[in-house]
């Protein structure tokens, strides 16, 4: 069992920056996969980052690409997301997600936090 708290959300203008965090629970972190998702109203959710267990592979969305970078701590049992040149678009709130496997869809991971909201003002 993986418990998972995210932090770091909030209002910021656009162009700004933010970092979420996720400190996960448990002795073995290390052996999950981590994702980062994220949900806006109306809208279905959707992957936007992705990192392998060792951190070696990474995905991320078109959308966030080169903008948000996804990393990890096994040390800490924490992943994180910096977030930069944020735009409107990006307000939704967001979950991370750890899995026994690396994937892309919400349905392979097994395990979520309660998500963060993050508003992008224009």
């Known amino acids: 069992q993986v418990q998972l708290v995210e932090s770091g959300g909030g209002l910021v203008q656009a162009g700004g920056s933010l970092r979420l965090s996720c400190a996960a629970s448990g002795r073995t972190f290390s052996s999950y996969a981590m994702g980062w998702f994220r949900q806006a109203p109306g809208k279905e959710r959707e992957i936007i980052a992705g990192?392998?267990?060792?951190?070696?592979?990474?995905y991320y969305a078109d959308s966030v690409k080169g903008l948000f970078t996804i990393s990890r701590d096994n040390a800490k049992n924490t992943v994180y997301l910096q977030m930069d040149s944020l735009k409107p678009e990006d307000t939704a709130v967001y979950y991370c997600?750890?899995?026994?496997?690396?994937?892309?869809?919400?349905?392979?991971?097994?395990?979520w936090g309660q998500g963060t909201q993050v508003t992008v003002s224009s």
């Open positions: 990192m392998s267990q060792s951190g070696g592979s990474t």
């Open positions: 997600a750890a899995g026994r496997y690396y994937a892309y869809r919400a349905s392979q991971y097994d395990y």
